[in-house]
């Protein structure tokens, strides 16, 4: 089973909402990562979580908090966001981090900022 | 640094046709390769990868890529395009560097015509 899953599956908020967004993997993975998809474009990476500890963050704000309350588990907390924040949100996880890790990708979140 | 080019923004190919998508990357070394699709609003299916050995790999939904170093490409190829394989295709890289993630070309937009 390569199965990642996602919810919610679409999600609308204002500017002075927090909202959080969840993703799921029971493959014993043990990297998991959040991407940022705007329409046409390919995903951004956001942050990378090993072994349950974060290892890159590619300088996003500080709206956007990652947390990984286990192996199997990975949220983003969403604060204060921007309308330009509106996009697809994907997580994928992977065994390790080495450069031949298979990612492995859930449905994304389809997230609109008002 | 590392990067990938695809060349084709836009691809109309004829139900039944052929397809070759291509994809041209930059890295010293051997590169870890992968084929992603994904079909609208949805998250990204991992369609092949390349490691090593055999240049030639076969994937899922009649898939096919070939590795060629002379040319630092890996492209995709299909004997006979379906109408379900409407779709953006990505090509994807393994990025050097500890703790890492993918890096993805632009994507290569699909679409059947009957």
């Known amino acids: 089973d390569t199965e990642v899953t996602q919810t919610p599956k679409h999600l609308v908020m204002g500017m002075t909402n927090k909202k959080s967004l969840k993703c799921e993997q029971h493959m014993g993975h043990r990297a998991m990562y959040w991407y940022k998809q705007k329409a046409k474009k390919p995903p951004e990476l956001m942050f990378v979580y090993s072994y349950e500890k974060l290892s890159i963050n590619e300088s996003v704000p500080s709206r956007f908090s990652p947390e990984c309350p286990n192996s199997s588990l990975l949220n983003l907390h969403l604060h204060a966001l921007q309308p330009e924040d509106s996009a697809l949100y994907l997580c994928?996880?992977?065994?390790?981090?080495?450069?031949?890790?298979?990612?492995?990708f859930g449905p994304g979140t389809r997230l609109t900022v008002l | 640094a590392q990067s990938v080019t695809q060349p084709d923004i836009h691809i109309t190919v004829s139900e039944g046709a052929s397809l070759e998508l291509r994809c041209n990357y930059s890295?010293?070394?051997?590169?870890?390769l992968f084929w992603y699709v994904q079909s609208p609003g949805q998250g990204l299916q991992l369609l092949l990868k390349y490691f090593s050995g055999d240049t030639l790999v076969q994937g899922i939904k009649g898939f096919e890529a070939e590795f060629k170093r002379s040319q630092s490409s890996f492209n995709l190829r299909k004997p006979s395009v379906h109408w379900s394989d409407a779709a953006e295709y990505f090509c994807?890289?393994?990025?050097?560097?500890?703790?890492?993630?993918?890096?993805f070309g632009k994507g290569t937009t699909l679409s059947v015509s009957s």
């Open positions: 994807a890289v393994g990025r050097n560097q500890a703790g890492t993630a993918l890096i």
């Open positions: 994928a996880s992977s065994p390790g981090t080495g450069m031949r890790d298979t990612q492995y």
């Open positions: 890295y010293g070394a051997t590169p870890y």
